[in-house]
């Protein structure tokens, strides 16, 4: 009878280790391997991206690639027609991709300024001069699929703290 305060203060030792420090830990890193996985994947929660013009046979921007030149064709490269979206020659953005845990949150961000037009879609002026819409390629943000990942972390956790 004398060990119960003593468990029950283990138990809660546990289970606060677990909520503050854990389960935050875990978050932070299923996130970012979501968010990263969007690149490899070319999609957001299993609905693939919309192609690219310069992988669109008809399209005047078909094989763009900035500062490609030969073959006659000013920027042209035939690597450009099948290279991944939003991977360009580095997949920059993607690597990009950092989290940082918090009390009580969780920030996942990237230093990128091209990386929020990207995401949800919006007006850009191509070289500086020329009006275009990108259409949104999320690779961030809320997903249907991450969170049911949370669940499955927190319910593994308290099953770990119970089993303690």
Do not use: C
Request: avoid cysteine; charged fraction near 30%.
């Amino acid at each position: 009878m004398n060990e119960l305060p003593k468990d029950f203060q283990n138990f809660q030792k546990n289970m606060a280790n677990a909520i503050d420090n854990i389960i935050p830990r875990k978050f932070a890193k299923a996130g970012q391997d979501y968010f990263e996985d969007s690149f490899r994947s070319q999609s957001w929660d299993g609905k693939p991206w919309d192609n690219v013009e310069r992988r669109k046979a008809g399209s005047s921007w078909y094989g763009f690639q900035y500062k490609a030149g030969g073959k006659g064709k000013r920027n042209f490269s035939t690597a450009a027609t099948t290279r991944a979206i939003l991977t360009g020659m580095t997949g920059e953005l993607g690597d990009s991709i950092r989290n940082r845990v918090e009390t009580a949150k969780i920030i996942w961000s990237t230093d990128k300024v091209y990386a929020e037009v990207q995401n949800e879609g919006g007006d850009i002026k191509v070289f500086g001069k020329h009006p275009a819409k990108i259409i949104s390629r999320q690779f961030m943000g809320f997903s249907l699929s991450l969170n049911k990942d949370f669940d499955k972390i927190v319910e593994a956790e308290i099953d770990t703290v119970f089993k303690t």
